[in-house]
């Protein structure tokens, strides 16, 4: 089974900010289906990228995903405050979905 | 509109057994894969389960061997997911989420149902 670690746990940053999340895969993710998904308190997960780095729809360009194999990457370009969430990301490409354990993103 | 309409909260007794049900509305019901994930208090989502509306063949997580059960009824486009001999770690909001983006098994979640909690005391 393929475990994803994220980092950092927590991530406080100033409102403009750039904000830079990282999901490490044990083993490399060949078909390069990862996802990353925003939750805010008391809401349902919300998806932000798939495919690695297509944007879902609706969701504001400041909102970028890169990388392959191993690592993978969330970028916001610019911090907004309804951006305080926590971020998880997701490998849906076998049998076995798997998530990271999150990167909590919270205003300095 | 897509949307995932699942049932309410419940409570339960260790031992005991629990039924959600997560209605679907706006899409074609057999076209997409669902799946069942579960996040307990303050922890992270953790995938359960998946059920394939069209033929109504499942695959679960290894962590819920012989625990779980997943159906579906076209005729209400609904499916349910059934955790039994619950602990109290079962604590937990219980999700359905359409495996929207493709077609096939492997597709990122896209829409998420508002979920239900259930809580297991005694």
């Known amino acids: 089974e393929i475990v994803l670690t994220q980092s950092p746990g927590t991530l406080s940053l100033s409102p403009g900010d750039r904000a830079t999340l990282s999901c490490r895969a044990s083993q490399t993710l060949t078909s390069g289906y990862l996802a990353w998904y925003q939750q805010k308190p008391g809401q349902a997960p919300r998806l932000l990228i798939y495919d690695a780095s297509t944007r879902a729809t609706a969701i504001p360009d400041r909102f970028s995903g890169s990388g392959s194999g191993t690592d993978f990457t969330l970028t916001i370009s610019r911090l907004e405050p309804e951006d305080i969430a926590v971020y998880y990301c997701?490998?849906?490409?076998?049998?076995?979905?798997?998530f990271g354990q999150g990167t909590r993103v919270e205003i300095k | 509109q897509v949307q995932l309409m699942q049932s309410g909260a419940v409570v339960r007794k260790p031992g005991a057994s629990v039924k959600v049900s997560c209605k679907a509305s706006?899409?074609?019901?057999?076209?997409?894969?669902m799946h069942w994930v579960r996040q307990a208090p303050g922890q992270g989502l953790e995938w359960m389960g998946i059920?394939?509306?069209?033929?109504?063949?499942?695959s679960h997580a290894q962590n819920f061997q012989d625990r779980i059960t997943m159906a579906r009824d076209t005729s209400t486009s609904t499916v349910y997911m059934e955790l039994y001999s619950l602990r109290s770690e079962d604590t937990a909001v219980y999700y359905c989420a359409r495996g929207g983006i493709y077609s096939g098994n492997y597709s990122p979640f896209d829409y998420w149902g508002q979920g239900t909690l259930v809580s297991v005391s005694s």
């Open positions: 706006g899409y074609t019901f057999t076209s997409y894969y």
């Open positions: 997701q490998h849906y490409g076998s049998s076995r979905q798997t």
């Open positions: 059920i394939n509306p069209r033929g109504g063949g499942t």
